[in-house]
């Protein structure tokens, strides 16, 4: 089976997502394997940096995993950026959110099972 080994997120700015990013997930940024075109965040399983792009392009669509959707919409707005109403399925509880520089992704909690 083929996995996901690494990804990067494309951001118009870096240090700005720096921020909202270390803020909202408490992640660090490896500073010795990251430039000024990217920032590689320390110890991700699968490893995943940001990328920064002249212009915002949203094909894929990331989810991130957490504990608790509806605590983290709300820090998404604190933070700056935008939230949908969460929704639940099967699989969990999900909601698309937006970065402080519009970029998209998701967060969800999984049911049970998942």
Do not use: N
Not at 40 to 67: N, W
Not at 74 to 102: F, M, T
Request: charge should be negative; glycine fraction near 10%; hydrophobic fraction near 40%.
């Amino acid at each position: 089976m083929v996995q996901l080994g690494y990804f990067t997120v494309d951001t118009l700015d870096i240090g700005k997502a720096k921020v909202f990013y270390g803020a909202l997930f408490g992640w660090r940024f490896d500073e010795a394997a990251s430039g000024p075109t990217y920032a590689h965040v320390a110890d991700s399983d699968p490893a995943f940096g940001f990328t920064k792009v002249e212009r915002a392009k949203d094909f894929s669509h990331l989810y991130f995993r957490v504990e608790d959707v509806d605590a983290l919409c709300a820090r998404v707005v604190e933070l700056g950026g935008k939230a949908a109403i969460p929704s639940d399925s099967p699989s969990g509880r999900s909601v698309v959110v937006c970065d402080d520089q519009g970029i998209s992704f998701s967060l969800w909690s999984p049911a049970a099972g998942y």
